[in-house]
């Protein structure tokens, strides 16, 4: 008897033991939980911002080597070293880093885009979270179209490589985005979930919509449009990409803490004297171990220290420059100067505390329109914007020129798979100078 | 309702196994039948001795049983062993042991008489018939097997003078490569290979089982000892002074039992039990000095440049080294009665390591004990409990490791303390003062064990055994690592870090085997099933900016914290069934049904059939008349076909999932996706193994040959594969690879002398094992130069080389540079510069014993044909502080000759084939002198481990490997800490 009050538990025990093959991966979240409730919308919404912010570096720091805003250290990669001088190779970091931040946060717009609408929200919070997500869709394409000449807009799906379409289409796209951005925002209204359980503190979704318009329409000529957009741009806020101990600010991360790459000192020669934009930008000791002499970024000492999204200057040299191309210089002096006398601003940006110029000073239309390229180089310095800039002056290339060259290659985690990939533009090194980038 | 889902379809799986199987019976007996309790009533008892018929000496650890029935019983060390109840009637014993012709006596128990039957066994070299676990209830016979399985024994495991289990297999098994990864106390991370390389990341080290029971080794290395510092498995925490011993299955037997893991073979290790008999008290103690054999030779160049100033260079190598010592005392207690058996010992080892400051301490206790509850049913319940305590001393490749600072620093640097304060590290940055760091750094880890089973055997009636093992190996392990204020550029205010990490494995398994006689045939029939539950989770630690006397994490300012948890299940069902005609022609036919968490829902489970045949000739009556008897006293053919599988490693449990990971904007907690796309049709690595070969015995089985051909094939062999980065991801884990390893595998055992006073025997191994990759997504290079492409064998070294002329010697610029084949564009930039996998590893083991008293034994083992890439002296070169760079200064090179040659690897890939002096052990029996003092026996040993090593590589040591377990990475040596030489006394006295 007693031996079989022993055995049959034991039995019992072998199959009763719990045998379950489904276990589900406690380290993340599945993508059922994420992409259809709620709170899972909610969250990649805030992680959707999360990889805005890593592409702002991304798009920084490749044309900060190439337009000669940034250095690398001795000791740092030799990919660094190299690209500060122009060549590039398909596996370099600054090939492949922009690449891949810029189409991760397409790919997470792209998760809300598909499927934010089929879960439970309300309507206020539905429609901020489209409005980011087209946003930041369109200002990661903008972003690749300044550094890639062809952009891959058909996202990649598995078994279906993205294929690519050239600036003029791509641009476009990314004007189409931020019209939908604006729709949905204007749609609803934003409400208090969205405020307070998305949208990152001072991160402004309107003014940011708008300013990226002006920059857009700028990029395709459209001044009528640019100066449109840039009008409804409120210029008493600035709209910022915060970061935290936890999520270190990167451009500080790639500089200070790798201690590879930091601005070049040729700022400060190049800015008038009494440019109190220079200090804002580079200040602390030189660095060694550099030909020409680095110093440090001097807004981005900390780790949290925040990115801005945009300047208000910008907005107001690209109605400048609107203004200048319909030949009104009068108007476009006085904009120039609205930056140029900023000063003792409550806001976080670059104030120069210059004098304003005359009409002497500024006598003719090329003139003007030089003033207003000389004013974004200094103070929109290390945005990665001023690549476009040297791309649309003509200056690529060949000595004294502002580029080193027009576009950054494909790098090699696509073109190795993507057979739709284009060639490579300017495929030896920088060696001949381009005539034109084609912009 | 998802459980009782499982529940009905694992029932409904052993049906269906059951109903091609006779055994159904016996599954419906297990669970519902009630047995019949057998007559003991009448029972005898049945003593003996068993000695060697030359010697005279006696055997110990011979197994004595009573085939048909669970009785049975080892020799101890006087030989003598005890059967007790055994029931009236005719009985036959046998007496096997390895290395002996088996024997056996018929006897008839009546009346309750005691009886007496001695052995006088004769050494032969080759035997069939020891018995080894396949995975049935019964033991099953080494004659009966198609495939080649290794038995090594304790004894010789205790000579081998290794502080652990794997390190102690080292030459001692052809087909097995044992690499130990570095010089490290406690172990120094060991790899075992069984016959080559079986994966590309999912791991080729074999599965370890202990008693039945699935058990950890993983190898982690949990803080930051200077990136890749090899110091330990986790098998180290087994004590091999408790090993009986150890069977490793290389083939496709393992995948009956352990299908869907067996891929890279299965180490099954048994630990020891007491026997019938008094009380028996065994201490043993033994203490060895180790020192390291080789130094680096630096650049102590005494002037600053030829003709230059006068200037003083340091070496800290002696700063760095010393020498350590092992000491180890290990005392048990065994006996038993007729109805129960107990052993019971405690275990401390201590090894200080070579390295300054750096440790490892092993406390462990151990309990096994039997009880025949009845006569039909067994219970064995055992279990250990370690506790090891390690001091770890930053060793490893980068930035602190205490060598890597030798070579990154120029010898005119002084390290030593100026006023008590050690200067800064001459790199700063993340980089350390050596000298500050063995004086006041600390990374202290403790892992606390228990690993036990509990196992029921039942046999309701002669033929069917079934049994059930219940086995958890659970530990926790805790590394920390604490860094004063101001040793680090990089961290100048300090950091301490404390990992976490727990591991529990729960396995149940059930096995029932029938055995039919049917005329001259006789069928054995098993079904059984296995369940593991594996979990593991790692909870860290760490802060910087500590106030100035404190020492762990919270006296930190800026903590951070993280977790991870993995979890894993496996589930199989297998039926085997053997046929054996007249004890010499043996099939066997099994299959395995197994399903993983791991795998995609619809690839889960998968079939893996076996099929094996051995025939012994040499016992048909027909071949002592024939002509072959005249060349071979025995012979056995076989052949075995199998198939296995393996699972994704554990940093890759949960590949089928597309998973959403933290992304942390600003402050704000949110997910997006990881970067690796979840593969939803993820299925086994899979193996197809063919084997074939002979047992040979020649001159009366004095001289055995045991030769085996093997041919695996490696199929959805799983490798991360690219996705376009458009996709926002980076890649998925794919089924997409495939390689095949081929070899042959000899055993050569002699008995070249054998007298009453000399008894000289040899065995020697040779393997050689071809890997070749027939698939990939595309070529890939890991680690520095390790190489993976198709039609080459996986991680061979691929790099520049040396421009040539005709004559083959080196191109050189108009200063006397060498050029790289990167300047030629005529030539490729890379191409294949060596290969780490060697063309075959052997070893030679001699034995002698001399009269009662003195044995001696003599090991060798090596591997031929292998390159190693010497990444220590590529930087002795880069920084200048090697013996090259005296030479280039004292003007015998070229000036920037050294510089020249950084890019080629072709430079540092060195011939690293080595034989090494594993083992040499002289022992002295005191039996006589412990027996006039009321003990039993007594022995002295005087032994050496690696006491020196033939090779032209020009590092330290040609065996250690950088990047440890890791499958591809092998033969990279980069600051590594040598094996350690060592010398040992030990004594062992038994009560």
Redesign the interface.
């Known amino acids: 008897m007693r031996?079989?009050t022993?055995?049959?538990p034991?039995?019992g025990?072998?199959?009763?033991?719990?045998?379950?093959?489904?276990?589900?991966?406690?380290?993340?979240?599945?993508?059922q939980s994420?992409l259809t409730t709620h709170d899972?919308i909610?969250?990649?919404?805030?992680?959707?911002?999360?990889?805005y912010?890593e592409t702002l570096d991304n798009f920084a720091y490749p044309g900060g080597f190439i337009t000669d805003e940034m250095g690398a250290r001795t000791g740092a990669l030799l990919s660094y070293r190299d690209a500060e001088n122009g060549v590039l190779f398909n596996t370099y970091d600054a090939v492949?880093t922009s690449?891949?931040a810029h189409?991760?946060a397409?790919?997470?717009a792209?998760?809300l885009i598909d499927n934010a609408s089929s879960v439970a929200l309300t309507y206020s919070t539905l429609s901020g979270i489209m409005s980011m997500a087209f946003l930041v869709k369109a200002m990661a394409y903008g972003q690749l179209v300044q550094q890639y000449q062809d952009a891959?807009v058909n996202?990649?799906?598995?078994g279906q490589?993205?294929t690519f379409v050239d600036r003029a289409t791509a641009m476009d796209t990314v004007l189409a985005l931020l019209d939908s951005a604006l729709a949905r925002y204007q749609g609803v209204v934003p409400g208090s979930e969205f405020r307070t359980?998305?949208l990152?503190?001072?991160f402004d979704l309107l003014n940011t919509i708008y300013a990226m318009q002006a920059r857009y329409h700028r990029l395709t000529n459209d001044w009528t449009g640019a100066l449109a957009a840039a009008q409804q741009v409120n210029l008493g806020v600035v709209s910022q990409?915060?970061?935290?101990?936890?999520?270190i600010n990167p451009i500080y991360n790639r500089s200070e803490l790798a201690?590879y790459i930091y601005p070049r000192d040729t700022l400060r020669l190049e800015a008038e004297a009494g440019d109190q934009r220079v200090g804002f930008h580079i200040g602390g000791d030189t660095v060694p171990g550099n030909v020409r002499p680095l110093r440090h970024f001097a807004q981005y000492q900390s780790a949290d220290a925040p990115i801005a999204v945009y300047y208000p200057a910008e907005i107001r040299l690209i109605m400048a420059e609107a203004a200048a191309n319909a030949n009104d210089l009068s108007t476009a002096r006085d904009l120039i100067n609205a930056v140029r006398t900023e000063c003792g601003s409550a806001l976080h940006e670059p104030q120069p505390c210059l004098p304003a110029l005359t009409d002497t000073d500024l006598p003719t239309q090329a003139a003007v329109i030089a003033q207003i390229y000389h004013e974004r180089q200094i103070s929109l310095f290390a945005t990665g914007l001023r690549w476009e800039d040297a791309r649309r002056l003509n200056s690529v290339g060949g000595p004294g020129a502002i580029a080193k060259r027009c576009w950054l290659i494909y790098?090699q985690?696509?073109s190795?798979?993507?057979p739709n990939t284009p060639a490579d533009p300017e495929p030896s090194e920088p060696s001949t100078t381009p005539e034109s980038c084609g912009v | 309702m998802?459980?009782f889902a499982?529940?009905g379809?694992?029932?409904s799986s052993?049906s269906f196994l059951a109903m091609m199987h006779r055994s159904l019976f016996a599954l419906c007996f297990?669970?519902?039948a009630?047995?019949a309790?057998a007559d003991a009533q009448q029972a005898g008892r049945i003593t003996g001795r068993v000695t060697d018929v030359s010697s005279g000496a006696p055997v110990a650890g011979v197994q004595v049983t009573i085939p048909g029935t669970q009785l049975g019983t080892q020799s101890g060390q006087d030989g003598s062993y005890t059967i007790a109840n055994v029931p009236a009637g005719a009985h036959t014993i046998v007496a096997k042991r390895l290395g002996y012709a088996p024997a056996q006596q018929d006897i008839t128990v009546s009346g309750g008489a005691p009886i007496t039957a001695d052995f006088k066994l004769k050494a032969v070299a080759l035997t069939l018939s020891a018995t080894v676990v396949t995975g049935t209830a019964a033991p099953t016979e080494k004659r009966a097997l198609g495939n080649s399985i290794t038995s090594v024994g304790g004894s010789e495991i205790e000579s081998s003078n290794s502080t652990t289990a794997d390190g102690a297999l080292q030459g001692m098994i052809a087909g097995a490569q044992v690499t130990q990864n570095s010089g490290n106390p406690g172990g120094g991370g060991i790899s075992v290979r069984l016959r080559g390389t079986s994966s590309l990341i999912s791991g080729s080290e074999p599965l370890y089982v202990i008693d039945g029971v699935i058990v950890d080794n993983n190898s982690d290395q949990l803080i930051n000892l200077g990136a890749r510092s090899n110091v330990q498995n986790r098998l180290a925490d087994l004590d091999p002074d408790d090993i009986d011993h150890i069977e490793v299955i290389r083939g496709a037997a393992a995948a009956a039992l352990y299908g869907s893991r067996a891929n890279n073979g299965v180490i099954q290790i048994f630990t020891k039990h007491g026997r019938e008999g008094p009380p028996r008290v065994t201490l043993s103690s033994r203490y060895a000095s180790q020192s390291t054999p080789e130094r680096l030779k630096l650049n102590l160049y005494p002037f600053d440049s030829l003709g230059g100033s006068p200037v003083k260079r340091y070496d800290y190598q002696d700063e760095i080294f010393r020498t350590g010592y092992v000491a180890d005392n290990h005392l048990s207690l065994s006996g038993g009665d007729d109805r129960s058996t107990y052993y019971i010992s405690g275990g401390w080892t201590r090894d200080n390591g070579i390295l300054q400051a750096s440790s490892a301490d092993r406390k462990d206790v151990r309990l096994n004990l039997t009880q025949q509850?009845?006569s039909?049913?067994r219970l064995t319940v055992g279990g250990d409990f370690t506790r090891t305590h390690d001091e770890f001393l930053p060793n490893g490749e980068q930035t602190n490791g205490v060598l890597t600072a030798v070579l990154f620093t120029p010898t005119t640097y002084s390290y030593f303390p100026v006023g008590g304060a050690y200067p800064p590290a001459y790199l700063g940055?993340a980089f350390s003062n050596p000298l500050d760091v063995i004086a006041n750094w600390t990374a202290p880890q403790d892992v606390s064990r228990f690993s036990g089973s509990a196992r029921?055997d039942?046999n309701p009636f002669q033929h069917l055994a079934v049994s059930?093992t219940?086995g958890y190996d659970g530990y926790q392990l805790e590394a920390d690592q604490y860094i004063p204020r101001g040793s680090l550029a990089a961290q100048p205010t300090g950091s301490s870090a404390a990992v976490l990490r727990n591991s529990r494995i729960?396995d149940?398994?059930?096995v029932a085997t029938l055995t039919t006689p049917a005329g001259a045939m006789t069928f054995q029939s098993s079904v059984g099933?296995n369940?593991t539950?594996q979990h593991l989770t790692a909870t860290s630690a760490s802060s910087q900016d500590l106030f100035p006397t404190g020492t762990l994490v919270s006296a930190g300012a800026?903590p951070f914290a993280g977790q991870?948890?993995?979890?894993?299940?496996t589930?199989g069902f297998y039926g085997q069934e053997a046929l054996n005609w007249r004890d010499r022609l043996y099939l066997t036919g099994a299959v395995r049904w197994d399903?993983?968490?791991t795998f995609g829902?619809d690839q889960?489970w998968q079939l893996y059939p076996k099929l094996s045949a051995s025939y012994v000739m040499s016992d048909e009556s027909w071949f002592a008349e024939s002509g072959i008897h005249n060349m071979f006293s025995s012979l056995r053919l076989r052949g075995a076909l199998g198939y296995a599988g393996n699972q994704p490693s554990l940093a890759n449990?949960?590949a089928q999932?597309?998973?959403?990971?933290r992304?942390?904007?600003?402050?704000?907690?949110?997910?997006?996706?990881?970067?690796v796309?979840?593969n939803p049709n993820l299925k086994p690595e899979r193996q197809r193994e063919y084997e074939f070969g002979a047992d040979m015995g020649f001159a009366k089985d004095r001289v055995s040959l045991e030769a085996t051909y093997y041919n695996k094939k490696l199929t959805d062999l799983l490798l991360v594969a690219?996705?376009?980065?458009?996709?926002?991801?980076?890649s998925?884990y794919q089924n997409v690879g495939a390689m095949t390893n081929k070899g042959v595998e000899l055993t050569l055992q002699t008995i070249n002398v054998e007298t009453p006073t000399l008894r000289w025997t040899t065995r020697a191994t040779y393997s050689a094992n071809r890997n070749k990759v027939t698939a990939l997504v595309?070529p890939f290079t890991v680690g520095y130069i390790n190489r993976v492409s198709v039609g080459e064998p996986v991680g061979y070294f691929y790099g520049q080389y040396y421009q040539r002329n005709a004559d083959g010697s080196i191109k050189t610029d108009s200063l006397g540079l060498p050029l790289r084949s990167g300047l030629d564009p005529s030539i490729p930039a890379s191409k294949k510069i060596g290969d780490p996998n060697p063309d075959w590893i052997g070893s030679l083991l001699n034995e002698f014993q001399f009269g009662r008293k003195l044995s001696a034994r003599v090991l060798f083992d090596g591997t031929f044909g292998n390159q190693a890439l010497d990444l220590t002296r590529r930087i002795l070169d880069a920084d200048g502080t090697g013996a090259d760079a005296a030479l280039q200064l004292a003007g015998k090179l070229p000036k920037g000759y050294l510089a020249a040659r950084l890019p080629i690897f072709e430079e540092y890939v060195e011939d690293a084939s080595f034989v090494k002096l594993r083992e040499v052990s002289l022992s002295y029996s005191l039996n006589d002198v412990a027996k006039r003092m009321g003990l039993s026996a007594w022995s002295l040993t005087l032994s050496g481990r690696n006491l020196h090593t033939w090779t032209k590589y020009r590092g330290l040591d040609p065996e250690i490997n950088l990047f440890g377990q890791n499958t591809v990475e092998r033969g990279n040596d980069f600051a590594g800490i040598p094996i350690p030489r060592s010398f040992a006394i030990s004594t062992s006295i038994t009560y």
């Open positions: 031996i079989r022993l055995i049959v034991l039995a025990v072998a199959v009763l033991a719990s045998c379950s093959l489904d276990l589900t991966n406690p380290n993340t979240a599945s993508q994420t899972g909610i969250a990649l919404a805030v992680g959707l911002q999360a990889r912010g492949e690449w891949q189409y991760r397409i790919k997470t792209n998760d891959g996202l990649t799906t598995i490589p993205g359980k998305v990152a503190p001072g990409v915060p970061f935290s101990a936890v999520e201690g790098p985690s696509e190795s798979i993507n | 998802r459980m499982a529940i379809f694992a029932f052993l297990l669970l519902g009630m047995p309790l509850l009845y039909t049913l940055g029921v039942f059930y219940l729960l149940n398994s059930g099933f369940y539950d800026t991870g948890v993995t979890e894993l299940a589930l399903a993983s968490s829902a889960r449990a949960y999932y597309n998973s959403y990971a992304a942390v904007s600003g402050t704000r907690v949110g997910v997006v996706n990881t970067l796309l979840g690219p996705l376009p980065t458009s996709s926002g991801f980076l998925q595309a």
